[in-house]
């Protein structure tokens, strides 16, 4: 669908096909994301792994991410720290603060800002408000991280020897560290590696909360799919969910996978800009225009999927995520190069939790509720929430 934002023209991508098109032949020509000044101040002048453009500063930032955070050896490595985090019966210290600013970025990620899309209407987001909001938001966020990097200079750094003096550092004992060495030259400032933090903290933290939600609400819907699962979780598991007895889990699996297609976190992913003039399946698109990839609809493509808004978690027992994003049936997580790099990190969390929560307690709606009267209906800023907070009665197993 083609369509006019202010005075630049946009593609809504809606289909596998489309996807497909678009991201397995064309990828480079729309490997840059669209530049909205109000969104850029929120993310240190784009320099967020996420935000920046395409180029040297976002390949070694995006490495760096991958190498000391992401890879797959690091996801293991980190599995002691989900489960500290996965443990219901923990005390949380979360900042009520934290989540109060995390609510009000993605309230402003959400928006849309006349004045970066119609420049003649520039002094609109002054007398709005929404630049006063973008400035008090950054600062507070750039206060948090600030005292973050501060800590870690104070403390010099964690060593521990089980893994090895590398392994045995934090993400932002890395960074510091490759700051002061000079190894990445210019890349890492001071803004630099505050950017990639709010990247990880922006990209994980909201995103995988909604899964899990979407995952218990579409559970609690589904009194059999419950059942199925839990009794697949307390049977691998005795007690307590680790990391090793998630890999037999298959059915937990296809329950997220069925999620991620129904409900995926961000339904409209980050809007790319076309780099050069192309033609897209019949259509002459010009340099400049936006590209919009509509998640939500390609998950619910009656083309590709049988009884689409139907949850079905069988429809994945033969294929993985890998193979249904190959296929571009699904992809909540983006494709090409500019897809979500802490893809295995996120659903590692996920898988996590959501064993725990289900292996380790019966659930029921409140009141006696029925599970066909359960409200799915759907709120989105930008990631996509219940449009009511799920309430449900938990008992200990």
Request: charged share 25%.
């Amino acid at each position: 669908m083609l369509l006019r934002l202010g005075s630049r023209p946009a593609l809504l991508v809606s289909t596998g096909a489309a996807a497909r098109e678009l991201f397995k032949n064309h990828d480079l020509l729309v490997s840059t994301r669209v530049r909205i000044k109000t969104i850029e101040k929120l993310f240190y002048d784009a320099k967020t792994v996420a935000s920046a453009p395409p180029g040297d500063y976002w390949r070694h930032a995006r490495a760096t991410c991958v190498l000391h955070l992401l890879s797959n050896k690091r996801v293991q490595s980190f599995a002691s720290v989900r489960a500290q985090e996965t443990n219901l019966t923990s005390e949380s210290t979360s900042s009520n603060r934290f989540k109060e600013l995390l609510d009000e970025l993605m309230s402003l990620l959400g928006g849309y800002f006349v004045g970066d899309f119609i420049p003649s209407l520039f002094w609109v987001n002054w007398v709005s408000g929404v630049n006063r909001r973008v400035d008090k938001t950054f600062k507070e966020f750039d206060d948090i991280l600030e005292s973050v990097l501060i800590e870690h200079e104070k403390n010099g750094g964690v060593k521990t020897s089980d893994m090895g003096e590398e392994e045995g550092k934090s993400f932002v004992d890395v960074l510091l560290e490759e700051q002061k060495d000079g190894k990445s030259g210019h890349f890492l400032g001071r803004d630099n590696i505050k950017a990639l933090l709010l990247d990880m903290f922006v990209g994980g933290t909201d995103t995988t909360a909604t899964l899990v939600e979407w995952v218990m609400a579409e559970l609690l819907r589904h009194p059999d799919i419950m059942n199925k699962l839990q009794h697949e979780v307390r049977t691998v598991a005795k007690g307590n969910v680790n990391e090793n007895d998630l890999d037999n889990m298959t059915y937990l699996k296809q329950v997220i996978l069925e999620t991620l297609r129904l409900h995926p976190p961000v339904p409209l992913l980050a809007p790319r800009e076309l780099m050069e003039d192309c033609t897209i399946m019949g259509y002459n698109l010009a340099a400049g225009t936006f590209i919009f990839t509509n998640a939500w609809a390609i998950g619910r493509d009656p083309n590709r999927w049988a009884d689409p808004d139907e949850f079905q978690p069988e429809r994945f027992a033969n294929r993985s995520l890998d193979d249904s994003v190959h296929a571009f049936d699904v992809v909540p997580f983006g494709a090409g190069r500019r897809g979500c790099a802490g893809r295995s990190f996120a659903l590692a969390t996920a898988e996590l939790l959501i064993a725990n929560l289900v292996g380790r307690f019966d659930w029921a709606l409140p009141d006696g509720g029925k599970a066909e009267d359960l409200d799915m209906s759907e709120c989105t800023l930008p990631t996509i929430h219940l449009r009511y907070p799920l309430l449900a009665m938990a008992t200990p197993v």
